[in-house]
């Protein structure tokens, strides 16, 4: 294995442990924060979507329209995002989006048809799209700063805080209108923003060999890196799609397919949520063992593996067990693929790859419904294992293709 493809554990003159200066903590600390709530904010919505489906009058079909403003905005200022992050730096646009992002999540409840609900969700999805290229680009820029491979503890992050929305989400829905929880949400952003944005605008994002030319100005893809860079971010789509597919078609296998209790099959998207977010909390660890390529590799075989085993098993607990090992196995491929496009072409990268990766979310659920009625629901879920298992041929690849760019 090309001794590229790991990255050093420690700063040169140690041989282990986090010897990062108090400043680079800061900035760890003020990021992971801010990947926590972006995941909280977004999870926080998700389950009021009922709710606000109840408040509006939408139908099924016309609330799915309004749902795609989401997914529109957020791609739309992902492409524009990487030029942002160049001219005013990614940390200063992390926390605009900080901002708008608290201020944007309580506008749905102030909807009242679903054409102004999709006109909204345009500006909630404008804003997380662009947070989530800026944080992304800010955090390989501190990976190369500290030399340690913690980009996996970020998104770890993100998923804890989306577990704990959801939580605190299902808790509250009961005793709080849509309006006076998200509400409440922006506050909770707006405070967490105020706290946490100040140590990154103190400290600029550190220039980087991706990021910049060779006389310090921001570097744009050209030629093969481009390429290299596209590669990654269909690494990124092939487990976003399996992440999508799950969240939306998990308990209804289990339910029809398999005959499980709806607490049980509502727990199948839970346990593949937890075996990712462990896995993502181990995730450095895991790079500095196997290197990156060793990662993209097993944890795409690891994630085909499960997925064949959750699609086809004959009994709940064997699909039970197969989403756990597929959560573990497609943990790390999505944020080892971001900060690899961003090591090579800094926010650009980011923002391609990211784009990309995001567009396997949004083709998951639709593809698994189009082949479960043209085949079955199991062999339709089967795809994630095909995807998970290109991801792993396409990490392999990518290794040369690194060496020669």
């Not at 160049?86 to 102030?110: E, K, N, Y």
């Not at 997380?128 to 500290?146: I, P, T």
């Amino acid at each position: 294995m090309p001794q590229l493809n790991k990255l050093r554990t420690a700063l040169p003159g140690g041989t282990g442990g986090d010897t990062a200066p108090p400043v680079s903590a800061r900035l760890r600390t003020a990021l992971t924060v801010f990947f926590a709530l972006d995941g909280f904010l977004f999870a926080g919505w998700v389950v009021r979507i009922p709710a606000i489906k109840h408040q509006t009058g939408a139908s099924a079909s016309a609330l799915g329209l309004a749902l795609l403003g989401v997914s529109t905005g957020a791609v739309i200022t992902m492409m524009l995002a990487g030029g942002l992050c160049r001219r005013f730096g990614s940390h200063p646009v992390t926390v605009v989006c900080g901002v708008l992002l608290s201020l944007a999540i309580a506008l749905p409840a102030q909807t009242h048809s679903a054409l102004s609900l999709g006109l909204v969700l345009l500006v909630f999805g404008a804003a997380y799209g662009a947070m989530n290229v800026a944080m992304n680009s800010a955090a390989v820029d501190l990976v190369a700063r500290l030399r340690r491979p913690v980009m996996p503890s970020f998104h770890a992050a993100f998923s804890l805080g989306g577990m704990l929305g959801a939580g605190v989400g299902a808790l509250v829905a009961g005793g709080l209108s849509p309006a006076a929880h998200l509400a409440v949400l922006t506050g909770v952003g707006l405070l967490v923003t105020a706290l946490a944005g100040p140590v990154l605008l103190r400290h600029p994002a550190p220039r980087t060999v991706a990021a910049t030319g060779t006389a310090g100005q921001p570097r744009r893809m050209t030629g093969r890196t481009r390429n290299v860079v596209l590669m990654f971010g269909v690494i990124a789509l092939c487990t976003a799609y399996g992440e999508g597919a799950l969240a939306d078609w998990s308990a209804l296998h289990l339910e029809q397919d398999l005959h499980a209790r709806p607490g049980v099959a509502a727990a199948g998207y839970s346990l593949f949520a937890l075996a990712m977010t462990a896995g993502r909390l181990t995730g450095t660890a895991l790079l500095e063992r196997l290197g990156q390529t060793r990662t993209l590799v097993t944890g795409g075989i690891a994630g085909a593996a499960g997925m064949l085993l959750g699609s086809l098993a004959p009994t709940t607990w064997l699909a039970l067990l197969g989403f756990a090992v597929a959560g573990l196995g497609l943990a790390n491929i999505f944020p080892v693929a971001v900060g690899r496009a961003g090591e090579l072409a800094g926010s650009s990268g980011v923002a391609a790859a990211s784009t990309i990766g995001y567009g396997g979310m949004l083709l998951g659920p639709p593809a698994i419904g189009f082949l479960a009625d043209w085949v079955s629901l199991p062999a339709a879920l089967t795809t994630v294992a095909v995807l998970a298992g290109a991801a792993a041929t396409l990490g392999y690849a990518a290794r040369r293709a690194v060496t020669n760019s």
